[in-house]
């Protein structure tokens, strides 16, 4: 699991700084000169990133001086971004702020940033939380850790094809996975929550399983879970080869609301064992192979810049 140290600042006291790791080659990559004239404007050091790896290390590297880092890109740049923080140990000092440029920037709309410019807005004028944070085999996510086809397809989705497509390119590409995906054969094992749940058990055979810290599994409620609340929330889709799922109407209908078909548990910990070959998993979009994960929450780790319509308990304005 990873550590809180206390390392920022001196007696003296410091001025404030700033940075902004900017992917370049994220979403439709038409938003570069944009960020870089916003960032400037708004007191930022702008870093591009130019390889892989690169936002990890520049916000490594910035961590230690910097009160502000915002993560320019798509969940996976931001889940980068965080993942440095980390290893420099300056998650209790450091703010991080969300400026979304990716593909679908699901963990930015969970949050309340709406756009570009609004993320600029909610920086300078915005509320700060703390929120949870999720390891799995000790690797840091934000929103959420996704197995199974869901996981293959994104895999396998060509940086151009999301450049044209955007969201679509990962429809595109689950439908076309699932004629030859194999469901995956699980035990799923989640820890006793807060509330007295004893620990429960399920195994079987899956089409995928998330585990939300910021993001759920959509059904009828929001996509945005309680990230505040020291819980994971778990959904296991069954095996539902019965259903015929190579039908958009049958995806529809397993993905648009609950059905027998999914499994939901909320957890503080849970391990997840492959009883076949190891399984790929992604990370807010960053992959992980593994045949077994256990997966834990850090309650209250980061503060993040959000916006008027984040919600610490989404389900309150809806229930």
Known sequence: MFQIMYSKGTAGGRVDDRVLVLNPVSGSQDHVDTLVELGT?????????????????LARDAAPDADLIAAGGGDGTVNNVVNGIAAANELETTTVAVVPAGTGNNFATNIGIQGIEHAFAVIEAGRRRRIDLASANDRIFVNSCVGGITAE????????SKANLGVLA??????ATMGSFDSLPLRVETASG????RTRAWDGRAMFVLIGN??????????????????LEVTIVEDAAAMNLL??????????????????????SLVIESNR???????DGEMLEAHSLSLETS?????????????????????
């Open 277 to 283: 070959n190891a399984i790929t998993y992604s990370l």
């Open 247 to 268: 039908g958009d109407a049958a995806l529809q209908r397993l993905f648009g609301r609950d059905s027998n078909y999914v499994v939901r548990r909320c957890a503080p």
């Open 299 to 319: 309650p209250r780790t980061i503060q993040i810049a959000v916006g008027d319509d984040y919600q610490p308990d989404p389900d309150m304005e809806i229930a």
């Open 153 to 160: 397809a994104s895999s396998k989705t060509e940086p151009a």
């Open 214 to 231: 910021c993001r759920r599994f959509t059904g009828a409620r929001t996509t945005q879970a309680n990230v505040e609340d020291g819980l």
């Open 170 to 175: 990962y429809v595109k590409s689950m439908l």
């Open 194 to 197: 807060p509330n007295g749940n």
């Open 41 to 57: 404007e708004h007191g930022f050091d702008v870093r591009k990133t130019e390889e892989r790896g690169d936002a990890k290390r």
